[in-house]
């Protein structure tokens, strides 16, 4: 098999087990919007985002490390995960010592009430992390994709028993999530029998420094990464303005505003678990740059087009996604979107990338370049937020995520330079801002003036998709 049909068939495996159990969590959203008031979604997005943050620290995002060093052929993979194991329970014990602690920082204190749940809530995920990401260094991406369908059938189970029948709002969210990631840690650690991987005696120092040297920098860049996407939230709740709304109310439905971005995050998820395994692969091939070039090539133009359509359909798919009967708040969230649809196929460029530092282990360059993200990001906020609002954070978040792109290519091209189309990049771009604007200002008629940009995008970037079709059916 080619390494483009390879990297396909990968993708295609976790598009089986992921792809269906993504769109069914978005569609958890509607039941989340009915039965959650916008200042408790915050209060959920909050709690979200906080375990994003504590998960990295204190398992040292060693995790990371079971992918790569499990998928390279130089190392014992028992020692790889006795070794990753052992520091990431260490850090978890010591994890509950602090998140006590957490809602006495001002911005944080909505979660009083939820510190205890919160504890075991990042328990549980991080266990799933170190199962599930240990089965795909193992390539077992079958059991990796049938594990992402139980675990979101699980959770919509528990979700109706303590949102919907039993309201516990977002104490009912977090039971549910908790429940579901305990199973799937649970079934993961039996069904790729992980127990055989496990022994205190395949503990091993010297391999702990190496996986430490490679994921410890990857630390703040995942801290980074999770307050540049959840700083806007902090904004809007915690800052005042005589000009425009801001408050929790305003940050929740900011929160609900992303769910159509989310559509295509989920899909670059997809692929960014099936391109870190090819380009760990590769990173050593003397054709390398000729197969980013084409992946790059082909990836972008399918973010691009999907967009398009995202942006075109955005009123209609907030409606899917997003109750209005309980509060009708939500019902404008859609406004928001356009821009951060934008700043999503942003994220998922930036996840090519990501693969390519993980490939060469230079992970202190994703680092610095999610850094210089970070504070453009909160540099904006501060200015634009209090002058136009949800709106401002919108652009901020955007603009931040294209500054972050642009840094990481210049860096990348100094160790693993690989041509792409500049021109066809800005096009594209400024074609989708045409089209976000159009949404935020004609509003009711904007479909039939997003038409002409969404038909010159993709004549732009259907090349591209009949390129890699013929890489895929002529090479051997």
């Not at 959770?155 to 516990?168: A, C, P, V, Y």
């Not at 303005?241 to 989310?262: D, F, H, M």
């Amino acid at each position: 098999m080619n390494k483009y049909k390879k990297l396909l068939f990968n993708i295609l495996v976790f598009a089986v087990g992921s792809f269906s159990s993504k769109i069914f969590a978005l569609l958890l959203n509607k039941l989340y919007t009915r039965n959650i008031d916008p200042a408790g979604f915050y209060t959920k997005s909050l709690i979200e985002t906080i375990a994003l943050f504590l998960v990295p620290v204190f398992t040292f995002s060693l995790t990371e490390a079971i992918v790569r060093f499990g998928l390279d052929g130089k190392f014992d993979r028992r020692r790889v995960f006795t070794t990753a194991a052992c520091f990431i329970l260490g850090g978890l014990t010591v994890m509950l010592l602090f998140v006590p602690l957490l809602p006495l920082l001002p911005f944080l204190r909505p979660l009083r009430g939820y510190t205890f749940l919160l504890g075991i809530y990042v328990w549980t995920s991080a266990l799933r992390a170190l199962c599930s990401q240990f089965a795909r260094s193992r390539e077992l991406v079958r059991i990796f994709s049938f594990d992402g369908i139980a675990t979101t059938v699980t959770l919509f189970i528990f979700s109706l028993i303590f949102i919907s029948f039993m309201g516990m709002g977002v104490e009912g969210f977090m039971l549910a999530t908790i429940l579901s990631d305990g199973f799937s840690a649970l079934f993961m650690f039996l069904a790729a029998s992980i127990r055989r991987y496990f022994k205190l005696k395949w503990f091993d120092k010297e391999l702990g420094r190496k996986m430490l040297r490679f994921s410890v920098p990857l630390i703040p860049t995942t801290v980074m990464w999770t307050l540049t996407g959840f700083s806007d939230q902090i904004f809007i709740s915690n800052m005042h303005s005589t000009r425009v709304e801001l408050g929790e109310t305003a940050a929740g439905i900011y929160s609900t505003a992303t769910k159509v971005p989310n559509l295509l995050s989920m899909a670059a998820t997809i692929f960014a678990m099936a391109w870190n395994m090819s380009a760990i692969m590769e990173n050593r091939s003397k054709s390398k740059q000729d197969f980013y070039r084409n992946v790059f090539d082909t990836y972008q133009s399918v973010l691009f087009l999907g967009a398009a359509g995202l942006i075109f359909l955005v009123r209609p798919l907030s409606g899917l996604l997003i109750s209005y009967d309980s509060y009708g708040e939500y019902s404008r969230a859609y406004l928001y979107t356009p821009i951060l649809i934008v700043a999503a196929v942003y994220v998922c460029l930036n996840h090519f990338e990501y693969g390519i530092y993980t490939a060469a282990k230079r992970s202190r360059g994703a680092m610095y370049t999610v850094a210089a993200s970070l504070c453009s990001n909160l540099l904006l906020n501060a200015v634009m937020i209090p002058l136009i609002g949800i709106q401002g954070a919108s652009l901020a978040t955007c603009f931040s995520y294209i500054i972050c792109f642009t840094l990481r290519m210049m860096d990348i091209r100094q160790f693993a330079p690989f041509g792409f189309s500049m021109w066809k990049l800005c096009v594209n771009t400024a074609l989708l801002m045409i089209m976000s604007l159009t949404v935020i200002v004609a509003e009711q008629d904007y479909m039939t003036f997003c038409a002409l940009p969404a038909v010159i995008i993709f004549i732009i970037n259907f090349g591209a998709l009949k390129a890699m079709l013929r890489q895929l059916t002529t090479e051997s």
